[in-house]
Nanobody, 126 residues
Framework: VQLQASGGGLVQAGGSLRLSCAAS????????MGWFRQAPGKEREFVAA????????RTADSVKGRFTISKDNAKNTVYLQMDSLKPEDTAVYYC????????????????????WGQGTQVTVSS
């Protein structure tokens, strides 16, 4: 599985960035794709995820109302629109993908995901 993430960068507080992640080389007929982030000295934490087959999404409380996840099924690509960025959003953002289980909610535990992209740095200055 290959996950190619892009769109990170340096932005001032209150600004916006849009991350993209394109998936290839997998055989999932149905998937969940999402984003985690990891700040220096902290554990990797869930940000947002989206299902391929339904309209369901899940977003962490810390970014709800500011971050929006969306998808393009034809391109096997997900996007993370990040608005009203805060310095505490500074982290390396990792894209991930897993098979979808329609009987379970979208998982938020890092150990429920095993395929990861290379990460893209997001830095928000105050």
């Amino acid at each position: 599985v290959q996950l190619q993430a892009s769109g990170g960068g340096l932005v001032q507080a209150g600004g916006s960035l849009r991350l993209s992640c394109a998936a290839s080389g997998h055989s999932f007929s149905s998937w969940i794709m999402g984003w985690f982030r990891q700040a220096p000295g902290k554990e990797r934490e869930f940000v947002a995820a989206i299902r391929r087959t339904r309209t369901g999404t899940r977003t962490a409380d810390s970014v709800k109302g500011r971050f929006t996840i969306s998808k393009d099924n034809a391109k096997n690509t997900v996007y993370l629109q990040m608005d009203s960025l805060k310095p505490e959003d500074t982290a390396v953002y990792y894209c991930t993908i897993r098979s979808e289980n329609l009987m379970r909610p979208i998982p938020t535990n890092v150990y429920d995901y095993t395929n990861w992209g290379q990460g893209t740095q997001v830095t928000v200055s105050s």
